[in-house]
């Protein structure tokens, strides 16, 4: 089957999420981020995360995006710790005081898990949001809207740095490694951060110049037929 790469994946012409354009997909993003600011209940955005988790798996979209896992696993273990350990949540019992100040409540896990499910549901809302556009949707709906061409070429461009840094940060590290670098220790990793920081700002200057000259030309040239600008990308 035909692929079509989206801003960090690639989906099948004839899918779904492919046919039903980005408007929807849009107000479908507003919709869960807006529930995700607004609701209270973490059990009822755990419910939301698993379907939207459910579809993403149904992309396999993890199959060849695994470092993104690992990076949602950490941060997740990150934001727990932070409510455990470093707040102060008023409750009625309070099991655990610590010496700088901070404490475990009865109500403190509850806040934790609700404070998880909100950054879950914002973060797998947008994947699914990122893994299911493409730039010609994106171009296409932006000239519908009559949109300035200077601002479809910055949107566009804040998307497809974001994505190229996504794709380009484990190639950086197996080329450092390849080359002697290792993080086996805190100061090797801080040098290893700094030069994969050093590398992807170059890439990134360099991705920006020539996705530039390219939507210059997809602009100038062709008009909002979706099929002549898939041509051309």
């Known amino acids: 089957m035909t692929k079509t790469p989206t801003f960090i994946h690639y989906l099948e012409k004839d899918s779904f999420f492919y046919r039903i354009g980005l408007l929807p997909k849009l107000i479908f993003f507003l919709i869960m981020n807006t529930v995700a600011i607004c609701n209270k209940l973490y059990l009822y955005n755990f419910f939301i995360i698993f379907f939207l988790v459910f579809i993403i798996l149904k992309l396999d979209f993890f199959k060849t995006n695994t470092k993104i896992l690992k990076a949602i696993s950490i941060s997740s273990f990150g934001i727990l710790i932070f409510w455990l350990v470093l707040s102060e949540v008023p409750g009625s019992i309070e099991y655990i005081i610590f010496p700088w100040g901070s404490y475990i409540s009865n109500n403190t896990f509850s806040y934790a898990l609700l404070a998880l499910s909100k950054w879950l549901l914002f973060l797998s809302?947008?994947?699914?949001?990122?893994?299911?556009?493409?730039?010609?949707?994106?171009?296409?709906?932006?000239?519908?809207?009559?949109?300035?061409?200077?601002?479809?070429?910055?949107?566009?461009?804040?998307?497809?740095?974001?994505?190229?840094?996504?794709?380009?940060?484990?190639?950086?590290?197996?080329?450092?490694?390849?080359?002697?670098?290792?993080?086996?220790?805190?100061?090797?990793?801080?040098?290893?951060?700094?030069?994969?920081?050093?590398?992807?700002?170059?890439?990134?200057?360099?991705?920006?110049?020539?996705?530039?000259?390219?939507?210059?030309?997809?602009?100038?040239?062709?008009?909002?037929?979706?099929?002549?600008?898939?041509?051309?990308?």
């Not at 932006?142 to 994505?163: E, M």
């Not at 380009?168 to 100061?187: A, N």
């Not at 090797?188 to 020539?210: A, E, H, P, R």
Request: charged fraction near 25%; include cysteine; proline fraction near 1%.
């Open 125 to 233: 809302s947008g994947m699914l949001l990122m893994a299911t556009v493409s730039e010609i949707e994106v171009v296409n709906f932006l000239f519908k809207l009559q949109v300035k061409k200077k601002i479809i070429i910055t949107i566009t461009l804040a998307f497809n740095t974001v994505s190229s840094l996504i794709k380009d940060i484990p190639k950086t590290k197996l080329i450092l490694e390849c080359r002697g670098f290792r993080d086996d220790s805190l100061f090797k990793k801080i040098k290893m951060l700094f030069f994969i920081g050093v590398i992807l700002s170059i890439n990134s200057m360099k991705n920006i110049i020539n996705i530039n000259q390219e939507y210059f030309f997809k602009i100038n040239i062709l008009k909002m037929d979706v099929e002549k600008l898939e041509c051309v990308i």
